[in-house]
């Protein structure tokens, strides 16, 4: 997490320095990338390593709920990386007009 913070630290001051009309969309996409992280550390994944334990032959009798709060989350991370990813686009758009 600490290299990619640093790459959009130096992508934002580069941004601020050379296209200060880019600046706060890169701002934006390096902020909402940074939340992605922790949120996939804290809800993803903890999902993912208790399913990684089980025996398909023995399903735990809440799995279903299980599948659904992984879906969900799952959903919501995407979203955001699919919004960081529009304001990364916008962010370099302005930055070659």
Not at 15 to 27: G, M
Not at 60 to 87: G, H, M, Q
Request: proline residues 6%.
């Amino acid at each position: 997490m600490a290299v990619t913070t640093a790459v959009h630290i130096f992508v934002c001051v580069m941004a601020w320095f050379y296209s200060p009309s880019a600046f706060p969309w890169l701002c934006a996409a390096a902020l909402v990338w940074v939340i992605v992280i922790p949120f996939s550390l804290i809800f993803p994944v903890p999902l993912n390593n208790q399913v990684k334990e089980w025996d398909l032959n023995h399903l735990p009798s809440d799995w279903e709920s299980i599948r659904s709060k992984w879906d969900f989350y799952n959903c919501l991370r995407v979203i955001l990386l699919i919004a960081a990813f529009v304001l990364l686009s916008v962010g370099l758009k302005s930055y070659t007009s």
